[in-house]
């Protein structure tokens, strides 16, 4: 079946606009993460929703970072006023389930968004 | 926060030579996960580990969860070319997200 879609794979934009990051889910996946990675560097967390409950937005850098799941499918990773040190590859996963304490579903990734803040 | 560490943070190796890289973190975990990031592409899944002292293998791949759970092992068996990417461990310690390590970079050299 499909896997996750991000949209777009490329993104330039210059210094101070704001950007709409799009994250389409497997169909059926509860849990939808976003993740920054900038190059040659690890994943920094960033948002996590599950079903209807309130996101954990413990991982956004600042208040220009911001994102919606609209019901309980897409999501859009919006930056605000974009900075230089944006730049990276934003990546979206999604899970069957978030998993108990215990255990973890595992996340399926999705190819990325390369954004470029010029 | 939670940290993962991982070492190395690079690796190069002959094809044919093993291969390892150690995730450690200094609170216990509820379980781990290994991904595996190909260059230009996007990190995929490649085992889940939950039980204290577990080994799981895939082929050539050799993976442990520490008897007490606060580290874990990714070992490669005669490397390939197609081995050749970035190895995360990705932990969680009870809430819903995973703390993803900082990777180690395989080069294999032909």
């Known amino acids: 079946g499909a896997g996750v879609s991000q949209s777009p794979s490329n993104k330039v934009t210059e210094k101070g606009k704001d950007v709409e990051l799009r994250c389409d889910p497997i169909?059926?996946?509860?849990?939808l993460y976003w993740y920054r990675q900038s190059l040659g560097q690890g994943l920094e967390f960033l948002i996590y929703f599950q079903g209807n409950s309130a996101p954990d937005k413990s991982g956004l850098p600042s208040d220009r970072f911001s994102a919606e799941r609209t019901g309980g499918s897409v999501s859009t990773l919006t930056i605000q006023r974009t900075q230089q040190e944006d730049s990276a590859v934003y990546l979206c996963?999604?899970?069957?389930?978030?998993?108990?304490?215990?255990?973890?579903?595992?996340?399926?990734f999705g190819p990325g968004t390369r954004l470029t803040v010029t | 926060g939670q940290q993962v560490m991982q070492i190395p943070q690079y690796q190069h190796v002959q094809e044919g030579e093993d291969f390892t890289t150690y995730c450690n973190s200094s609170t216990t975990l509820s379980n781990i996960q290994w991904y595996k990031q190909r260059p230009g592409g996007h990190p995929v899944f490649l085992i889940q580990l939950v039980k204290s002292g577990e080994v799981k293998k895939q082929k050539r791949l050799t993976f442990q969860f520490g008897e007490a759970k606060k580290n874990s092992s990714l070992h490669i068996t005669a490397t390939q070319t197609t081995d050749v990417g970035t190895y995360f461990c990705a932990a969680k310690t009870g809430a819903n997200n995973l703390f993803f390590g900082t990777g180690t970079r395989l080069t294999v050299i032909p």
């Open positions: 996963a999604s899970s069957s389930m978030p998993g108990t304490s215990r255990t973890s579903y595992e996340q399926y």
């Open positions: 169909s059926g996946h509860t849990a």
